[in-house]
């Protein structure tokens, strides 16, 4: 069982940069790939960046590369997502999520957090 808790979320300028962490319980974090999902209000979940197990390889959404990055640390037991340039559409809950698969898919990944808000003002 892994548990994950996300934090970092707040309220940014257009522009303006963020950084969220998620961190996992228990002591197989480090064979799991972890994703980053967000939600907009009246959206679907969409997929925003993953990463493999051991840090290696990762796969950003188009609408988000070049701007995000994301990272792990696997003694810590916690995944990072650098938010740079940021938009008004990015304005979401930002969710992070531990599967077996480096995916873009959400229902491919086994663990889920519960979220936090990013809201960026124009």
């Known amino acids: 069982q892994v548990q994950l808790v996300e934090s970092g979320g707040g309220l940014v300028q257009a522009g303006g940069s963020l950084r969220l962490s998620c961190v996992a319980s228990g002591r197989t974090f480090s064979t799991y790939a972890l994703g980053w999902f967000r939600q907009a209000p009246g959206k679907e979940r969409e997929f925003i960046a993953t990463?493999?197990?051991?840090?290696?390889?990762?796969i950003y959404a188009d609408s988000v590369k070049g701007r995000f990055t994301i990272s792990r640390d696997n003694a810590k037991n916690t995944v990072y997502l650098q938010m740079d340039s940021l938009k008004s559409e990015d304005t979401a809950v930002y969710y992070c999520?531990?599967?077996?698969?480096?995916?873009?898919?959400?229902?491919?990944?086994?663990?889920r957090g519960q979220g936090t808000q990013v809201t960026v003002s124009s």
């Open positions: 999520a531990a599967g077996r698969a480096v995916t873009t898919v959400l229902a491919t990944y086994d663990y």
């Open positions: 990463i493999k197990a051991n840090g290696g390889y990762t």
